[in-house]
C-alpha cells in the first residue's frame, strides 16, 4: 500500500479542500485495497491507482462518471437502497455487498464492497469505499476441479500404459501387500481373467518360487521381501514359478524400492518377464553339455545306491563313493576292516543279529536301523547272503523317519483338538454311518459325549438330535457341503458338515461339528442394533455447527460435532472453553488454525481453515471450518459463530490421486527394461533411463515414424536394415500388439553393435482408437553370446564322443576275439570256475559292445539325421509292431492305437522312439501280459502322443532320472538293457522341437508323452 499511498496528489482531482483531504487521510488509512469516493449523485470524485487497474478505464474517464458506467442497474438501486435505510438508522454499512464490476474491455470481475457513508453537519455528502477483487477466492474450486481432473487424465494413461506394457508388474506396499498388478501377471503365473481389485488381492507370496539350482525360495529371499529390507534393487533374477496346472515356468524378476519422504520404502515395483523358452534351451544345451562330458565315464562305471560287501569273516571287502561318504565319518577307508572293530556299537545291535541270520539261513533281509552318534541318523539296510559273505545295500532314510515322528506328533495334536473341542463337538462318520472319531461335548446333555458314541451307529444320537444331523453326514458322503443354524432344547446350535477325500479324491468319510452359538447370536442382535444406531448418527453428524461467546470463551456445538472432536456432548450443549476443541487440532496444523482465529478476532471478520482432528483414540479426520467474528461498536469480538463438515473422503482421494500419480511415474522410470511411448503420429513423448541406457545416450527426439528413419537398427539374423514400416513401434501403431520379440542389432552411442529383443502394445481410447504405443527392449546380447558358445561346445563334445566311441569299437573286437579263441582252445582245461569267469568276461565284453553301439547311436541323433519331411505315424507304428512281432507274441502283449495323425520329422528316429517306448511298455509290465494304449492329442502347432501301460509304474521322484543317460533304476539280473533308449528317446524328440515326460505312480502304470511338430494342411 505503501507505493500507492505515495500518490495522493493523482488520488483525486482537486485536492485543495481542507474537509476532502481530511476524507482521503480517513479512507487511506482504513482499506488497503481499490479506493474510491463517490458525491451525493453518485458520480466519481476520487479514485486510486487499483479502481484504475481494476475497471480499465483512465482516471480521465472515471472523474465525474456515473457509477452506472462499472456496476449493473440492479447493483446500484441495491446500493442505493442500503444507503437510504442507512441514513435512517446509524449512518453505518457494516455489511460488505458482493457484486461484479463491469470493465472497459467488456469482462466482469466478482468483487466485495465495503462501504462508509459521507456525512457533514447532517447533510450527505456521498459515500467512501473499498473494493475487494475475489475472483481468486471464487476460482479455487474451480482450480481444484481442474487440477484433479488433469491428474485423473494422467493417471489414466499411465494406467493404461502399464496395462498394456508386455511385461508383468506387482507393486507391493510397505507391509508387502499387493497393491497394483497389471493384466501381464496372467501370462506369468497362468491365472484367470480376474478384475484389478481380485488381481490385486492375488498373493504371488504363495505361488511356489524355486531358484535355478531347484531349491524353494525362502520368504526373506524373495525379490520384493529383500528389496524392502536392505532398500536396494534386485536385477533380473531368474526363478523357477509352479504353476497351478502343474507345469513351471520360468521368469527372471527384478524389483525396484520407492522411498517416501523419511527415507523409508514406501512401495517396491517387481517385474516378471517370462524367459521359459530361453531357459529351456539354455538348460538343454548345458544338460547336452555335461551329458557328452559324462558319456565316456558313464560306459566304465556309474554310481548307484551306498554299498559295501562284508567276507565271511566280517571284513569289508569293498565299499563304494556313496557308502563311505554315509559311512565313514573319519575318512581312513573302510576296506580291510573288520565292521565290528570299526563300528563297536553294532557288535551288540539289531545289525549284528539281522547279520548273522542272514547269513545262517542264506536268506536276504531288509530292515530299519539308527546309527548313533557319530553318525546319528537312520538308513534303510537290505542284506543279500551267500557261501562267501554278505552284500550290502543301504540309503539314509533321516528325513524320512523325521517325517513321520512330525506326523506322529500331528496327529496327537489333532486329537487332542478333537478331544477338547470347545463349547461343541466334532465327529468323523464312516461310510456305514458310525461314528470313527468323536471329541467334545454338548452342553446339558450327557448322551452326547466320546465314551457313548465313538464306534456306534448315528442311532445312538438322542433323536431330536439324530433327526437334525443324519440327513446331513448322508448328504456329506454324497459329496455335499452343508453350513446352518438349528435350535435345539431352546438353544441355538451352528452345524458344519463337509466330506472327507482320500489321496485320490474318493469320499470316505464325512466331518461334522456343531457349537453353541445362542450367546454369540444375542450378541450379533446386539451389535446389528448398535450398528444402525451408529450408522444414523454418523450421518446426521457429517456436518456440525457451533456458536462461540466469545466473553464467556463458551462454545456451545451439536452431538455429532462433540464426537468429532471427543468431548462429551452433554457438556458441549451448554459450551466449554475453546482450547477444549483445539487441543484435539492435530499438532501439525494447530499453530495454523490458531493464527487464523486471531486474525479472524483481529479483524471482525470472516474465518476459513482446512484441519485435521485427531480423536481420543487416534483416528484422524480432515475439516473444513467456516465462520464470521460479529463485533460490539467498539470492535470488541461478541460471538463467533460458524460451521464445520467433514471433508476426510475428499481430502483422502486428492492424495491418493496424487500418490499414484507419484507411484506409476516412479514405476516407469525403475522398470527393468527399456520402456518408450509414443503418441498417434509416432512422436516420442517418453523414454525411461534404461532406454536410454541401451542406446547410450538420449536419442529419442522423433517427431514423427519418418524419423525413424535416423535410427540405426539392424535385423539380428539376416544383418539387413530394419525399415521404419517394419520398426516395432510402427507396427503397434497400426493396432498390432506384438508379443513374439523382434530381435534386432542396433548400433549405441559409443559405436557398440548390440542385440535387443522389443515387444509392444497399442493402448487404445475407449473407442478403440490407438492413442499411443508402448515398446519394451531387453538387451540380450549376452544371452545371445552364450548360447552360441555353449552351441560350439557342444558341435566339439559330440565329435569327440563319436570319434571316441568308434575307436572303441576296435579293440573290443579283439577283446571278444581273443575271448572266443581262448573258450574253443582252452574250454575243457579251465574248469568249472574258469569257465564262469570266461562267461562273465564275454557277457561283460557284449554288453560293451551293446552300450558304444547305443552310444553311437546317440551322438549321431543330430549329425545323422535325415531332413524333416510329412510323417505318417500310424504307417511308423505299424512298422515298429513288425519289428517287435517275435516279442509281442512271447509275452502275449497287447497294444492298441487310436488314429494318429501326420507330423513334420525324421521318420527314421520316430520309428526308434516308438521301438524303444514299446519296448520299454513290455519289459517293464509286470506279471501279467503286457497292455499297451497310445493315443494323439492335438496341442497348438504340435502333436502329443501318448504311449500307456499298465505295468509296475515309476517312483514320481525318478521321473526325470529316467531320461539321463545310462540311469537305470533296475539291476540287470531284473531287466536287461543299456540304459540309454529313453535318453535317445528324448535327444530324437528335442531334435523335432519337441519335450518328453513320464507321469507314472508305482504300481498303477506309466504314460509316456512326446510333442512333435504337425504337419501342415497342405502337407497333410
Known amino acids: 500500500m505503501s507505493e500507492r499511498g505515495d500518490r495522493a496528489a493523482v488520488f483525486r482531482g482537486d485536492a485543495d479542500d481542507e474537509g476532502t483531504i481530511a476524507q482521503y487521510r480517513t479512507l487511506v488509512n482504513t482499506v488497503d485495497d481499490a479506493i474510491y469516493q463517490l458525491d451525493a449523485d453518485g458520480r466519481f470524485v476520487a479514485v486510486n491507482d487499483a479502481v484504475v487497474e481494476m475497471s480499465g478505464y483512465s482516471r480521465e474517464q472515471l472523474l465525474g462518471a456515473h457509477v452506472s458506467l462499472v456496476l449493473d442497474d440492479h447493483d446500484v438501486e441495491r446500493i442505493e437502497r442500503e444507503i437510504r435505510d442507512e441514513l435512517a438508522s446509524d449512518g453505518r454499512l457494516n455489511d460488505p455487498y458482493e457484486f461484479a464490476i463491469r470493465t472497459a474491455r467488456g469482462g466482469t470481475i466478482p468483487c466485495e464492497l465495503r462501504a462508509s457513508l459521507l ?94 539350482d531347484g531349491r524353494p525360495v525362502p520368504t526373506d529371499e524373495r525379490p520384493s521381501v529383500r528389496v524392502r529390507e536392505t532398500k536396494e534393487p ?40 517370462d524367459v521359459t523358452d530361453l531357459k529351456e534351451r539354455e538348460r538343454r544345451l548345458e544338460r547336452r553339455r555335461d551329458e557328452l562330458s559324462a558319456e565316456m565315464n558313464e560306459v566304465y562305471g556309474r554310481i548307484t545306491d551306498a554299498f559295501y560287501a562284508l567276507d565271511d569273516q566280517w571284513r569289508f571287502t569293498y565299499a563304494n563313493e556313496k557308502a563311505e561318504e554315509l559311512i565313514d565319518v573319519s575318512g581312513e577307508g573302510l576296506v580291510g576292516e573288520r565292521i565290528w572293530d570299526r563300528f563297536e556299537w553294532a557288535s551288540d545291535s539289531k545289525l549284528r543279529a539281522e547279520y548273522e541270520t542272514a547269513m545262517e539261513t542264506q536268506e536276504a533281509t531288509h530292515f530299519e536301523l539308527h546309527y548313533p552318534d557319530p553318525l546319528d541318523g537312520w538308513f534303510e539296510i537290505h542284506a543279500y547272503p551267500s557261501e562267501t559273505g554278505l552284500s550290502v545295500y543301504f540309503r539314509d532314510i533321516t528325513d524320512r523317519k523325521e517325517r513321520e515322528r512330525r506326523l506322529e506328533e500331528t496327529e496327537g495334536e489333532y486329537r487332542t483338538l478333537i478331544e477338547n473341542f470347545p463349547n461343541g463337538v466334532v465327529a468323523l462318520v464312516d461310510e456305514n454311518l458310525n461314528y470313527t472319531t468323536f471329541g467334545g461335548e454338548l452342553e446339558g446333555d450327557s448322551h452326547v459325549r466320546r465314551e457313548t458314541l465313538e464306534g456306534a451307529p448315528l442311532d445312538a444320537l438322542p433323536p431330536d438330535i439324530e433327526a437334525v444331523v443324519a440327513p446331513r453326514y448322508e448328504a456329506a458322503l454324497d459329496g455335499e457341503s452343508a453350513t446352518f443354524t438349528s435350535t435345539i432344547d431352546g438353544r441355538e446350535h451352528r452345524f ?101 482465529i486471531d486474525a479472524a478476532m483481529d479483524s471482525c471478520g470472516e474465518y476459513e481453515a482446512e484441519y485435521r482432528v485427531k480423536s481420543a483414540d487416534g483416528d484422524v479426520r480432515w475439516v473444513v471450518a467456516r465462520g464470521r467474528v460479529e463485533c460490539d461498536e467498539s470492535g470488541d469480538p461478541v460471538t463467533f459463530p460458524g460451521a464445520i463438515t467433514d471433508i476426510t473422503e475428499q481430502k483422502q482421494a486428492e492424495e491418493e490421486l496424487q500418490r499414484t500419480k507419484n507411484q506409476l511415474e516412479s514405476l516407469f522410470r525403475v522398470l527393468p527394461v527399456g520402456v518408450i511411448v509414443a503418441d498417434a503420429d509416432g512422436r516420442i513423448v517418453e523414454a525411461n533411463d534404461r532406454a536410454k541406457e541401451i542406446w547410450g545416450r538420449d536419442i529419442f527426439a522423433a517427431e514423427g515414424v519418418a524419423d525413424y528413419e535416423r535410427y540405426p537398427i539392424w535385423w539380428a539374423d539376416t544383418g539387413d536394415p530394419v525399415a521404419p514400416a517394419e520398426m516395432t513401434m510402427t507396427r503397434v501403431l497400426d493396432g498390432q500388439e506384438v508379443t513374439d520379440p523382434d530381435v534386432f542389432e542396433i548400433e549405441s552411442a559409443g559405436g557398440e553393435r548390440r542385440i535387443v ?33 555353449l552351441e560350439e561346445s557342444n558341435e566339439r563334445l559330440e565329435q569327440f564322443a563319436y570319434a571316441a566311441s568308434h575307436d572303441l569299437q576296435e579293440p573290443l573286437r579283439m577283446i571278444t576275439s581273443y575271448l572266443s579263441l581262448i573258450e574253443r582252445r582252452y574250454g575243457d582245461a579251465l574248469g568249472e570256475d574258469g569257465a564262469e569267469f570266461l562267461e562273465f ?58 488314429e494318429l495323425p501326420r507330423v513334420r520329422g525324421d521318420a527314421s528316429q520316430l520309428r526308434q522312439v516308438f521301438q524303444n517306448l514299446l519296448d520299454n511298455a513290455i519289459e517293464y509290465s509286470g506279471d501279467g501280459p503286457p497292455r499297451v494304449d497310445i493315443t494323439a492329442e492335438r496341442e497348438g502347432a504340435y502333436w502329443r502322443v501318448s504311449v500307456s501301460d499298465e505295468g509296475i509304474g515309476i517312483d514320481p521322484e525318478h521321473t526325470d532320472r529316467v531320461f539321463e543317460v545310462f540311469q537305470r533304476l533296475h539291476t540287470r539280473d531284473e531287466h536287461d538293457g543299456t540304459g540309454i533308449g529313453l535318453s535317445l528317446c528324448r535327444r530324437i524328440v528335442e531334435r523335432h522341437g519337441g519335450t518328453v515326460r513320464v507321469d507314472s505312480e508305482p504300481g498303477e502304470g506309466a504314460t509316456f508323452s512326446f510333442t512333435l511338430p504337425a504337419a501342415s494342411d497342405e502337407q497333410s
Open 119 to 212: 456525512v457533514e453537519d447532517g447533510t450527505f455528502r456521498g459515500t467512501v469505499g473499498v473494493v475487494r477483487d475475489i475472483s481468486g477466492r471464487e476460482g479455487t474450486e474451480g482450480v481444484l476441479h481442474d487440477r484433479e481432473r488433469q491428474l485423473e487424465r494422467e493417471r489414466d494413461l499411465t494406467d493404461r500404459i502399464v496395462e498394456t506394457i508386455p511385461v508383468s508388474i506387482v507393486v507391493f506396499d510397505r507391509d508387502g501387500e499387493v497393491t497394483r498388478t497389471n493384466e501381464r501377471i496372467r501370462d506369468v503365473l497362468d491365472i484367470p481373467d480376474l478384475s484389478e481389485v481380485e488381481r490385486a488381492a492375488f498373493p504371488p507370496s504363495h505361488v511356489a518360487l524355486y531358484d535355478e
Open 234 to 273: 534386485v536385477e533380473e533374477r531368474v526363478f523357477r514359478v509352479e504353476l497351478p496346472n502343474g507345469e513351471s515356468r520360468w521368469v527372471s524378476i527384478s524389483a525396484t524400492p520407492i522411498l517416501a519422504d523419511d527415507g523409508a520404502v514406501d512401495r517396491v515395483v517387481t517385474a516378471a518377464e
Open 757 to 789: 529383443a522389443t515387444l509392444g502394445m497399442p493402448v487404445p481410447n475407449e473407442e478403440g482408437d490407438v492413442t499411443h504405443g508402448v515398446v519394451t527392449m531387453t538387451d540380450i546380447s549376452d544371452r545371445r553370446e552364450y548360447r552360441r558358445k
Open 841 to 898: 568276461a564275454v557277457d561283460g565284453a557284449e554288453r560293451m559292445r551293446e552300450m558304444i553301439d547305443a552310444l553311437l547311436t546317440y551322438s549321431r541323433v543330430e549329425t545323422e539325421g535325415d531332413p524333416f519331411e510329412p510323417v505318417d505315424l500310424a504307417a511308423v507304428l505299424a512298422e515298429t509292431r513288425d519289428d517287435l512281432q517275435m516279442r509281442i507274441e512271447e509275452t502275449d502283449a497287447e497294444i492298441t492305437s487310436e
Open 496 to 596: 458344519h458338515f463337509v466330506p472327507v477325500r482320500d489321496t485320490d479324491g474318493e469320499i470316505f468319510a464325512a466331518l461334522g461339528m456343531s457349537q453353541d452359538v445362542t450367546e454369540l447370536k444375542r450378541y450379533e442382535r446386539h451389535l446389528e442394533e448398535a450398528k444402525s444406531q451408529l450408522e444414523a448418527a454418523a450421518e446426521a453428524g457429517a456436518v456440525g455447527t457451533w456458536e462461540w461467546r466469545v466473553p464467556e470463551d463458551r462454545v456451545a456445538v451439536g452431538a455429532s460435532f462433540a464426537d468429532l472432536f471427543d468431548i462429551d456432548p452433554e457438556a458441549a450443549r451448554d459450551g466449554v472453553p475453546a482450547e477444549r476443541f483445539l487441543s484435539s487440532v492435530h499438532g501439525a496444523d494447530r499453530e495454523r488454525v490458531e493464527a487464523s
